[in-house]
């Protein structure tokens, strides 16, 4: 079980004291929460992509993840959102081998659509094409990887001729990929064609959501002949803020609660956190929800904490990561471990997809024949 934490890289101000933090100062705050977080005894840190205030998240994640790379050890790389639609097939594929190589293979993607909608004409798209964006980059950027000369005519980018990626991804084997989505089935179906995990960041809707969308990627990838449904790599988001007491928890975060750019001014906090998988309590209250989650979700792979957002103060962000690395985390591990059955697969590794690679296992996109979904992601 992978357990992190990832970033939207917010900068608001903070209801309590009136303090905005400066886009330098919420850099530099990031890169320690990150350092921290490996620290702390993390598995992953993932940060969000984006192009507009009020977001420092960075526009091209690969920046921030060779900088932590070189300031970090062990703890996985990932993004919370790669822009699929709207980044370069091309740029992802030899950005992230790039830093693929800097980071001795700690670093995997998390492809989206994200929230959005302006960002799309901003880089010569239309948000109307969201999902076939989605389809057909993939589908270039995963031939990128496994080919050394690519001819490719879509839709939606100039061809390509004879063309090779470089760097080429490090071992021969490309960043593993997990597609989110919170809402579009497609996606769900797209990761499961391909093999690749699917991640849920339902940190906004009821868990009922959620469950359905998990096991539609679990049907589809056993259908696609990439192993049992039970076998499927999922990952979910989760929203937590700790104290010693739940009361404590509860009045320290109301008020960044109801002041949050994202559901301020919404449903209250006792609604959310009934509604959503948002736990506001103590360490054994995130512990006791967070291992709720598999009895509708199934034993998954990583579980990332959304902890810095709303104007939280760096001290106190840094103090919740104290807590996830101490008490959280080892005992989510140990539950988990002991729950999931021999045949469910680990959190992926660079080690473990090599090992996979060479032993001739790589999954292969695949479809049982008339398959709509196939046809379209290879242009037929």
Same mark, same amino acid.
């Given at each position: 079980?992978?357990?992190?934490?990832?970033?939207?890289?917010?900068?608001?101000?903070?209801?309590?004291?009136?303090?905005?933090?400066s886009?330098?100062?919420? +850099?530099?705050?990031?890169?320690?929460?990150?350092? *921290?977080?490996?620290?702390?005894?993390?598995?992953?840190?993932?940060?969000?992509? *984006?192009?507009? &205030?009020?977001?420092?998240?960075p526009?091209n #994640?690969?920046?921030?993840?060779?900088?932590?790379a070189?300031?970090?050890?062990?703890?996985?790389?990932?993004?919370?959102?790669?822009?699929?639609?709207?980044?370069? &097939?091309?740029? +992802?594929?030899?950005?992230?081998?790039?830093?693929?190589?800097?980071?001795?293979?700690?670093?995997?993607l998390?492809?989206?659509?994200?929230?959005t909608?302006?960002?799309?004409?901003?880089?010569?798209?239309?948000?109307?094409?969201?999902? #076939?964006?989605?389809? @057909?980059?993939?589908?270039?950027l995963?031939? !990128?990887w496994?080919?050394?000369?690519?001819?490719?005519? =879509?839709r939606?980018?100039?061809?390509?001729?004879?063309?090779?990626?470089?760097?080429?991804?490090?071992?021969?084997?490309?960043?593993?990929?997990?597609?989110g989505?919170?809402?579009?089935?497609?996606?769900?179906?797209?990761?499961?064609?391909?093999?690749?995990?699917?991640?849920?960041?339902? +940190?906004?809707? #009821?868990?009922?959501?959620?469950?359905?969308?998990?096991?539609?990627?679990?049907?589809?990838? @056993?259908?696609y002949?990439?192993?049992?449904?039970?076998?499927?790599?999922?990952?979910?988001?989760?929203?937590?803020?700790?104290?010693?007491?739940?009361?404590?928890?509860?009045?320290?975060?109301?008020?960044?609660?109801?002041?949050?750019?994202?559901?301020?001014?919404?449903?209250?906090?006792?609604?959310?956190?009934?509604?959503?998988?948002?736990?506001?309590?103590? #360490?054994?209250?995130?512990?006791?929800?967070?291992?709720?989650?598999q009895?509708w979700?199934?034993?998954?792979?990583?579980?990332?904490?959304?902890?810095?957002?709303?104007?939280?103060? !760096?001290?106190?962000?840094?103090?919740?990561i104290?807590?996830? =690395?101490?008490?959280?985390?080892?005992?989510l591990?140990?539950?988990?471990?002991?729950?999931?059955?021999?045949?469910?697969?680990?959190?992926?590794?660079?080690?473990?997809?090599?090992?996979?690679?060479?032993?001739?296992?790589?999954?292969?996109?695949?479809g049982?024949?008339?398959s &709509?979904?196939?046809n379209?992601?290879?242009?037929?």
């Amino acid at each position: 079980m992978d357990i992190g934490i990832f970033t939207i890289g917010d900068v608001t101000v903070d209801p309590t004291t009136g303090h905005a933090p400066s886009e330098h100062e919420r +850099i530099q705050n990031t890169v320690t929460i990150a350092r *921290h977080a490996e620290q702390a005894g993390l598995d992953v840190f993932a940060t969000g992509q *984006h192009h507009n &205030p009020p977001f420092v998240a960075p526009a091209n #994640p690969p920046i921030l993840m060779a900088h932590l790379a070189a300031m970090t050890d062990s703890i996985r790389l990932s993004t919370a959102t790669t822009l699929i639609t709207t980044t370069d &097939p091309v740029r +992802i594929a030899e950005d992230y081998s790039y830093v693929q190589h800097l980071s001795l293979g700690r670093v995997d993607l998390m492809l989206g659509r994200g929230n959005t909608g302006p960002v799309y004409p901003w880089f010569g798209k239309d948000i109307r094409a969201g999902i #076939p964006l989605a389809v @057909e980059n993939y589908a270039l950027l995963h031939r !990128l990887w496994r080919e050394e000369s690519v001819d490719w005519n =879509g839709r939606y980018r100039t061809p390509l001729q004879d063309f090779t990626a470089t760097p080429r991804p490090l071992d021969d084997v490309a960043p593993f990929v997990w597609h989110g989505s919170i809402r579009s089935p497609e996606i769900a179906e797209q990761a499961a064609y391909y093999g690749d995990g699917f991640f849920h960041n339902n +940190i906004f809707w #009821p868990m009922s959501h959620t469950a359905r969308m998990v096991n539609l990627y679990r049907q589809r990838f @056993e259908h696609y002949g990439h192993g049992a449904a039970h076998q499927a790599f999922v990952g979910l988001g989760g929203q937590v803020f700790m104290r010693r007491t739940s009361q404590d928890a509860v009045r320290e975060f109301r008020p960044y609660f109801d002041n949050a750019p994202v559901y301020g001014h919404g449903p209250s906090l006792e609604e959310f956190t009934a509604q959503t998988p948002l736990t506001v309590g103590t #360490p054994e209250q995130v512990i006791e929800r967070t291992l709720s989650f598999q009895e509708w979700a199934g034993d998954y792979q990583r579980q990332l904490f959304l902890i810095d957002h709303a104007g939280l103060p !760096l001290k106190t962000v840094l103090e919740q990561i104290d807590m996830l =690395g101490e008490d959280v985390a080892p005992a989510l591990r140990k539950e988990f471990d002991a729950r999931r059955p021999a045949d469910v697969p680990d959190a992926p590794t660079h080690e473990w997809l090599v090992e996979r690679h060479r032993a001739g296992k790589d999954p292969a996109p695949g479809g049982r024949p008339g398959s &709509p979904a196939v046809n379209e992601r290879e242009g037929e």
